[in-house]
């Protein structure tokens, strides 16, 4: 399967963006197809990812002489490995303040990348969050497959684009190498998790609770840590799009903030891999 078979809905909002505003700011999980969307829209521009350590250090120790060397327009990947270029980036639009579309910009770790975003492109960036695919950009090959796998089969493969282009991929190798990933590139980074093996219970407790009310204390008794810590993990989680927080719908809208959310993992696929139901033999035994 081709990736251009995947006509993304968020395609036309990043076009109309980039022509109102210098810069534009996508987010979402990794692997949602940030950047295969967005080299697609902005071909012509210049592309760099700072998951690569020496361009990360570069921006983030010497932004000018990045920015030198990688003129507008330009496409910057995983931008929140270096939060001092967001400065470097509001001199450099507001230089030409009319000119808009300059700058591409992607994140997986919506905290820092907003808190960057904030401080330094307040007015001068349009911010959209890309999520996985939905059923009406899968098209006909969503019936297909559904067809074959059945519901179950479905929610365990989840939305991640990859798992659609290459549907011969078992779900679980796909989700615990996305699991290893996540671990130690984002979680190492947002916090000092001294136990990743806690963490990763932690995740199975919130995959048990998917959909329900969050109780924080319940969750940090089962795992073994204070409530502290399931804070600060919880922001995390939502942090890298990982989970949501639904705030209860009132029409008072005090009730709204005072009432406990919901939990709901972001990617379908990995909360069923969580809960170790991602191979057709557990689906079938529990649906």
């Not at 979402?28 to 902005?42: D, M, P, V």
């Not at 820092?112 to 006909?140: D, F, K, N, W, Y």
């Not at 590139?185 to 001294?194: A, C, G, I, K, T």
Request: hydrophobic share 40%; glycine share 6%; aromatic share 10%.
């Amino acid at each position: 399967m081709s990736d251009n078979e995947f006509r993304r809905e968020k395609a036309a909002a990043v076009r109309r963006m980039a022509k109102h505003f210098p810069a534009v700011i996508v987010t979402g999980a990794r692997q949602t197809g940030k950047t295969t969307l967005l080299t697609k829209l902005f071909g012509d521009y210049s592309y760099l990812s700072l998951d690569l350590p020496a361009e990360a250090q570069l921006a983030e120790e010497d932004p000018q002489s990045f920015l030198a060397r990688h003129p507008a327009p330009l496409l910057v990947d995983e931008v929140q490995y270096a939060p001092k270029l967001f400065r470097y980036l509001k001199v450099e639009i507001d230089r030409n303040r009319e000119m808009n579309g300059r700058f591409i910009l992607t994140g997986s770790q919506k905290f820092s990348l907003m808190q960057g975003a904030s401080e330094s492109l307040a007015g001068r960036c349009g911010v959209l969050e890309l999520e996985g695919l939905t059923i009406r950009e899968l098209g006909t090959v969503f019936s297909q497959l559904e067809e074959s796998e059945g519901t179950a089969g479905i929610l365990g493969r989840g939305f991640m684009p990859q798992l659609w282009k290459d549907t011969v991929i078992r779900p679980a190798d796909y989700f615990s190498s996305y699991q290893a990933t996540y671990l130690e590139r984002d979680v190492r980074q947002l916090l000092n998790v001294s136990s990743l093996r806690d963490f990763d219970r932690f995740m199975r407790a919130l995959a048990l609770r998917s959909g329900q009310l969050l109780n924080k204390s319940e969750l940090a008794k089962e795992t073994g840590i204070n409530s502290k810590t399931a804070d600060k993990w919880l922001s995390v989680l939502v942090a890298s799009n990982q989970i949501t927080l639904l705030e209860p719908w009132f029409m008072n809208l005090g009730k709204r903030l005072a009432k406990t959310p919901k939990i709901f993992f972001m990617t379908w696929g990995y909360c069923v891999f969580s809960l170790g139901l991602a191979d057709k033999r557990s689906q079938e035994a529990i649906w």
